[in-house]
């Protein structure tokens, strides 16, 4: 006879191959527990420990709360994304000490708690909180599981739980107060219809950004050992992923950080230091409302002069546009920021700080993505690419300023669009 370990077993097998008769027949063994004592609730517990377990052997291999729930509602849709939130909720009663706050703090973000009063009646609280069935809950649970089990190491970007590692720079780190400051005034520059008010807006977050990520890598200067760079992962979901991993590139490199885009996984990987990544993350969310707000826009005026109804070359090509256009202009603006503060502090103090920091970066994308690759991107249509140019030109800027892991999978440098090229830069 079966225990439920093996019917667990069985049914993601069977999830995993091609036979969709042959699924269902062992999701239907699942739901009744055939052959198992209390049957249903034996499979429930057998499962819900099965998926807290496989939760957590991902964390030693790089991937984080916020990256695990990002790919399963990506992959498996919004329900599934919640039900490994619930689990990630789980593990963290498990996890040895230490568990840094960041990691905590990931999990409240997440709205990931123990709601529930036993994990062996997890998945039948989960399905009515859901207003789902069993089968349809047992089902999303085996499909949490395969991919769970199945996704591939990734860089490591901060020592997981029950792991001491030397200090990590991470994002959103320091001058809380101030980055609280930069936050109001993009949403405001973001709601704001009159451009001037959001240049203003937007205006003053650069001057208060730039010169926290100054000052911060003076003080960090005259630390020891001081923090080695660290990185965040920022989601870039269809539509359009490759504009918007375009448009994390222009930022980081305005911003002193690198980024890599693992188009398989969903996401891009930035490196740097606490105040530059913030920057980045700020901005990046910033640019993108403003971008896709001014591409809905010009495909608006596109139809109502009787353009082509060709909109997804149209959208992508003006993404991979204002991208380019916008790295441009942030730039500019950082490199004025540098020369200001160097006239301020001394160029022959400020720039060797800079540039040391810069090399570590660098070595810390050498040592996460030895095998990183470019990928370079296209354009197709004209007027798509005229218009982002022209939004771009328009748009409220905002602020510029453990072991290494082998990774599985494809990351990409991003390359300028054919028959484009960055003014006065090569490509990458």
Known sequence: MPDADALVADALAAARGTDVRAAERQLDRLVVGVGVPDGPAAVDAALTARLVRGVGRLWP?????VDLVRIATRRLGPAAGRLVADLAAAQRRVQPDPVPAWWDEQLAGLDAAVWWDDDRRHLTAWAAREGTDRIAALRDAVDVLALVEGLPPIAVLRPPPGVIAPATAVGRGGGSRMLDRVRALLAKAES????????ALTGKAQELMARHSIDAALVEATAEPGDAPGGVRLGTEPPYPGA???????????????????DDLGFATVLGFPADLAAVELLYTSLLVQATAAMLRGRTERRARGGSRRTKAYDESFLNAFALRIGERLRAAADEAGREAAREEGGERLLPVLASRATAVRERLDDLFPGVTSKRLTVADEEGWASGTSAADRAALGPAGSAPARVSGTAHRLRPPTGTRRRGAADT
């Open 192 to 199: 704001t219809t009159f451009p001037a008010e959001a240049e």
């Open 244 to 262: 918007k991993a375009l448009l994390v590139q222009e930022v980081a490199a305005a911003n002193r950080c690198e980024s890599v885009w693992s």
């Open 61 to 65: 291999r790089g991937w984080q709360p």
